[in-house]
């Protein structure tokens, strides 16, 4: 089992009948990484003073079925894939039945913010994400 962030559906995740617009489970993914992260020690500020910065590269999403306004929901992140100058991580979103709402793969690239290219991750993190998967 994989890191746990819940996620309470409030009414602006929502469209006019009440179901998650499907942009927001962006969203939950990407507080539920920014929140695996600093759980791990890796303070993504810091990292930006240094030019480092994380991005999204590539996203495989699956839309299984819709979460509703005021539901709890899971988002749980594991990391599935780790190179050089990258981590891949799976996020599924799952609602308090325990149903499979959300399934995302999403490749992280790390990159120089100044000159906006691929860079290697820092060993630091690199270690910390080893350990993490």
Do not use: W
Request: hydrophobic share 45%; with cysteine.
């Amino acid at each position: 089992m994989g890191f746990q962030f819940p996620i309470r559906v409030y009414y602006e995740d929502t469209d006019a009948g009440g179901i998650v617009y499907h942009a927001n489970y962006l969203n939950f993914c990407e507080r539920a990484r920014t929140e695996y992260l600093r759980y791990l020690g890796i303070e993504q500020d810091r990292y930006l003073k240094q030019n480092i910065a994380f991005v999204v590269k590539t996203m495989e999403i699956d839309f299984r079925h819709a979460a509703r306004f005021n539901e709890m929901l899971t988002v749980e992140t594991n990391i599935v894939r780790l190179k050089r100058a990258s981590v891949e991580f799976l996020q599924q979103v799952i609602n308090e039945n325990e149903q499979l709402v959300f399934v995302a793969k999403v490749q992280v690239a790390c990159i120089n913010s100044s000159v906006m290219k691929p860079m290697a991750i820092p060993a630091d993190i690199l270690e910390v994400l080893q350990s993490a998967s």
